[in-house]
């Protein structure tokens, strides 16, 4: 609907080719602190975020058809996680998990359109809009060794 009001035309159609993709290669601490069958772990990783974006096609269609792409984006950026978990031994190596992790990553992208023949609405040249997440995880996990 936004690109309807924006292009002031009658219809749109949008076609997204690809996804949204992070790839991270952090490097840091994980610290545990044993307590008889519960252990405390504790973790801070930082390091390079390599992130993509997915092409966008946009037919607008009125009293002259028009075709534009948003061209997927890379770019490489400085991320973290911290995290904290408890872990329960259950019977030998079994034990119960429970994590919560924090992650951010300030990917700064650099946008291109082709056949855009005018600018109407949001027009995007640079996208640098902030990613986080909490990430919450109960499970069961096999501890190899002591």
């Known amino acids: ?26 490097v840091g601490p994980y610290y545990s602190f044993p307590m008889n069958k519960l252990t405390i772990d504790l ?28 061209r997927s984006s890379t770019s490489n950026a400085f991320g973290f996680q911290a995290g904290a978990g408890l872990r329960y031994q259950l019977a030998g190596g079994l034990c119960a998990k429970l994590n919560a992790d924090y992650y951010y ?19 995007l040249t640079e996208y640098k809009e902030p990613v986080s997440m909490i990430n919450l995880n109960i499970g069961l996990a096999y501890q190899f060794g002591k």
């Open 105 to 123: 990553a300030h990917p700064d992208f650099m946008i291109t359109n082709d056949n855009r023949v005018n600018s109407a609405g949001r027009l």
């Open 43 to 70: 973790r801070f990783v930082a390091g390079l975020v390599h992130a993509s974006t997915p092409e966008f096609k946009v037919d607008l269609e009125d009293q002259m058809n028009a075709t534009f792409y948003q």
């Open 1 to 26: 609907d936004g690109y309807k009001e924006d292009f002031d035309v009658d219809s749109t159609t949008v076609s997204v080719t690809g996804k949204y993709q992070f790839w991270n290669f952090f």
